[in-house]
């Protein structure tokens, strides 16, 4: 049993309430709140952690979206355009492959620890970062996915993948959580999408896809022309639109599903207000989207919105701290300190009900999952502002009431 008290404390929960010189107890979960001299006086047993004397503890960001396979890209894939990303992916994505070995990805992990991050949605495309994940004591949401445009190659698609998903689901446990991923309505044919969603259904898992990423993905799938048309012949000389982008996210009814990006989403009431979620890369979408994502829009209809880095293929950080800096100055239409609160909301609170995760608050119940920041004395309005503004490294990072050692 642990003690630790704190000089504020943002709680996370919907009304983001911010506490001032509070303590509570923790083992796996957060036992009790009050204040440090209550506490101790409670729990004579409990050892105290200590944390600087101008400490602020919240929550420990969750990153709903990462690509840990391409942590080794840096001046290689091309930014500006989409499709000229994409090609530039398939052309040096064995090469950054075989570069991401499990240290690396191991390294990427710490890295993302030490801002903050305690709970990732990885989304593994080939399985090669099975193994960092698995000893890694991040907590992992491991999205399997699966990809496939010619339906003459499904049966070896499906043999493939599924070794990888079986190997995953041997592995399960509290901190490494099997999860699946249809890539995206381009990229996967509709049996390959169908038999994914079995799975799923099957052992209750949750789902990840991204979905209307760009300006040429928007044109293939709703006119069925444009750049894709060209490109994907290339794969498959009949290929066409599987599906209408209404039609693909009616495929997800009833089941809990992660939608990354929708930039060029319009029609918000086609996702499911209880089941569906959009995970929002502002940084990616500005390198790959040409177009911003329409968070006003998205929040007033009522969605759960969270923030997810994408991986260094399209990005240059895994924080969440830089990843809510760039929201800051992209969305210029929200006034900033209310933005600020929302944003910190958007990356604990909202991506744990994405995810169905006992945590992203510090209420008493919840996983002892959470971060130990230095801050300056500040005006209490101000303060969610300036933490993003100023904060790079944390103190202390706890998951699962563990600290994490770097």
């Known amino acids: 049993m642990f003690l630790i008290s704190c000089k504020k404390m943002f709680v996370c929960d919907e009304k983001f309430s911010i506490l001032e010189n509070q303590a509570f107890v923790f083992e796996e979960k957060i036992l009790e709140f009050g204040t440090l001299k ?6 004579p047993h409990a050892k105290r952690i200590q944390s600087p004397q101008n400490s602020l503890i919240l929550p420990a960001f969750i990153n709903t979206h990462t690509h840990l396979e391409f942590s080794a890209n840096s001046y290689t894939l091309h930014f500006g355009d989409f499709l000229s990303w994409v090609k530039s992916v398939m052309h040096s994505r064995q090469n950054l492959s075989q570069k991401a070995k499990d240290e690396l990805i191991l390294n990427t992990l710490k890295k993302m620890q030490r801002t903050g991050t305690g709970t990732i949605g990885e989304i593994s495309s080939f399985g090669s970062d099975f193994q960092a994940c698995l000893q890694s004591d991040m907590r ?84 069925g022309k444009g750049g894709f048309k060209k490109w994907l012949k290339t794969l498959d000389k009949n290929a066409k639109p ?21 930039v060029h989403l319009n029609e918000f009431e086609w996702l499911d207000l209880k089941y569906h979620s959009i995970t929002h890369c502002a940084f990616s979408n500005r390198l790959l989207s040409q177009k911003t994502f329409d968070l006003k829009k998205a929040l007033k209809s009522g969605l759960n919105v969270h923030l997810g880095t994408d991986g260094l293929s399209s990005n240059i950080s895994l924080s969440m701290l830089d990843e809510m800096r760039t929201n800051l100055l992209i969305h210029r239409d929200f006034e ?19 995810l169905d995760l006992n945590l992203g608050s510090l209420q008493t119940g919840k996983s002892a999952d959470f971060s130990v920041f230095e801050i300056e004395d500040c005006d209490e309005e101000q303060l969610p502002l300036q933490f993003i503004l100023h904060a790079k490294e944390v103190k202390k990072l706890f998951i699962k009431g563990k600290e994490c050692k770097f």
Request: charged content about 20%.
């Open 140 to 223: 992992v949401i491991f999205f399997n996915e699966i990809l496939g445009v010619n339906q003459a190659l499904n049966s070896s698609k499906k043999d493939e993948f599924f070794k990888r998903f079986q190997k995953s689901l041997d592995f399960q446990n509290e901190l490494f959580i099997p999860a699946l991923s249809v890539h995206s309505a381009y990229s996967t044919n509709l049996e390959l999408i169908e038999w994914i969603l079995a799975l799923a259904q099957k052992h209750g898992l949750l789902l990840s896809t991204h979905f209307l990423e760009s300006r040429a993905e928007n044109a293939w799938l709703r006119h």
């Open 242 to 262: 599987f599906c209408h982008p209404k039609i693909f996210t009616e495929l997800f009814k009833g089941q809990r599903t992660l939608f990354t990006h929708c």
């Open 336 to 354: 900033l300190k209310n933005f600020a609160k929302k944003l910190l909301l958007m990356a604990t609170f909202y991506p744990a009900k994405a």
């Open 38 to 43: 209550n506490l101790q006086k409670k729990y």
